[in-house]
């Protein structure tokens, strides 16, 4: 008897997470989850859930504790993500964003990436955003998707070797709490995103970018960010 499939999925009360925590259980998947809240998927089969915040310092020690109870995981999908519109007047929520969407996906992978290369097999995957570059409006989530982005791929390129890999999956607009921009161009859904992550773990990509629209329209919106600076506002 072939055993099911294991994934790890952090951040996965709501939003992407959760749709896509019930599209691998659909699919045969155990599923371990951790979030800052109880999870609505209460003792659902094949199921169980671990409450931890990952900007805490708490959190590596209630990961650790999941992995020893459970062992290796074939894949951890980090979709933990916070965002806040800039206010010039108040910046305390600022270092709390880079926390949870840098920092939380560090920490993530300090503690599972190991186990992996260890076991010579794993998928590493991270939810960053197509959105990744300079922003006036929201300056921390870009810049902690950006530094998300680029430690994802550097990971890629150092563990591909050892039999683990790992994916950077950008995003533009999915219909969740997080998408607080008064325009939304391209917004997909959180089932048509919990797709996209389902096949990039099947496809096992380095990167993948969704919508294919957003990737044009925010380049043309990350020149006109620059020419800001050459040529003032």
Same mark, same amino acid.
């Given at each position: 008897m072939v055993s099911a499939r294991r994934a790890l999925v952090i951040g996965n009360t709501d939003g992407i997470g959760l749709a896509l925590t019930r599209r691998l259980l659909r699919e045969g998947w155990a599923v371990a989850g951790v979030s800052r809240r109880a999870s609505s998927l209460g003792e659902m089969a094949g199921y169980r859930h671990a409450i931890a915040d990952v900007a805490t310092p708490e959190y590596p020690a209630a990961l650790r504790a999941l992995l020893a109870s459970g062992g290796t995981f074939d894949a951890c999908i980090f979709c933990a993500g916070i965002g806040e519109l800039l206010n010039v007047d108040d910046l305390t929520a600022e270092s709390r964003v880079f926390a949870v969407n840098l920092l939380g996906a560090v920490e993530t992978a300090a503690i599972v990436l190991p186990a992996m290369r260890a076991a010579g097999r794993g998928h590493f995957v991270g939810l960053s955003s197509i959105g990744d570059r300079t922003s006036p409006d929201a300056p921390s989530y870009a810049a902690s #998707? /950006? !530094? @998300?982005?680029?430690? @994802?791929? !550097? @990971? /890629?390129? /150092?563990?591909? =070797?050892? !039999?683990?890999?790992? +994916?950077? @999956?950008?995003? !533009?607009?999915?219909? +969740?709490?997080? /998408? #607080?921009? =008064?325009?939304? =161009?391209f917004m997909m859904t959180v089932d048509r995103a919990a797709r996209h992550v389902v096949r990039a773990i099947d496809r096992r990509p380095a990167v993948l970018s969704r919508p294919f629209a957003m990737i044009a329209l925010m380049t043309v919106l990350s020149l006109l960010v620059r020419l800001r600076f050459f040529f003032g506002s």
């Open positions: #998707k /950006a !530094g @998300l982005s680029s430690y @994802l791929e !550097g @990971l /890629a390129l /150092a563990l591909r =070797p050892h !039999g683990v890999q790992v +994916t950077n @999956l950008r995003f !533009g607009f999915v219909d +969740t709490k997080m /998408a #607080k921009s =008064p325009v939304k =161009p």
